[in-house]
């Protein structure tokens, strides 16, 4: 091989490895956001027990519950916790959860709300982190009433149904 051909296959080889670089970042980056979303999709998964919980403490008493132990669950918040999940809470029929430190440093320590609301056709939907407000009113008994919290978690890593 002549030394032009030489520096030339060497050129090359260094695009092909530099390629491979910016691919390989690229997933990595892809990778970490999946991370993220499987984790706060965990958090949402276990927040089910206290919607429902919520919505049956209004629809026995027509109020929505104070707090845990007025929803029928136990009055320790990390009762309910999972891998990534800390505890969640209810705050006058708003349930927070709150994501632990062995969840991703995106969402560490983080959290995600769902306010109970009163639909037109007197069903009650859940607003979910930022996500636009029902159509409706927050549960309320006259004294009583859900307030929204927007998310600490990132949009980017919420479902679609909890993104503004």
């Known amino acids: 091989m002549k030394r032009n051909q030489q520096a030339f296959t060497l050129i090359e080889l260094m695009i092909v490895v530099a390629i491979i670089g910016i691919l390989a970042s690229l997933a990595i980056a892809a990778y970490q956001t999946f991370l993220v ?7 949402i998964g276990i927040a089910a ?3 429902n919980a919520v919505v049956d403490t209004f629809l026995q008493s027509g109020r929505p519950p104070a707090d845990r132990t007025d929803a029928g669950l136990s009055s320790e918040p990390t009762d309910t916790s999972g891998k990534y999940v800390h505890s969640v809470d209810i705050e006058d029929g708003r349930i927070d959860v ?5 969840s991703h440093a995106e969402i560490f320590d983080k959290t995600i709300s769902f306010t109970p609301y009163m639909s037109g056709s007197s069903a009650i939907v859940f607003r979910c982190g930022a996500a636009a407000e029902p159509a409706g009113a927050p549960l309320t008994d006259g004294t009583v009433t ?3 919290q927007d ?14």
């Open 151 to 164: 998310p600490t978690v990132e949009a980017r890593y919420l479902p679609s149904a909890c993104r503004p």
């Open 37 to 43: 979303r499987a984790q706060v999709a965990e958090g």
């Open 49 to 51: 027990a206290a919607k």
């Open 98 to 102: 709150t994501f632990r430190n062995d």
């Open 146 to 148: 859900s307030v929204h």
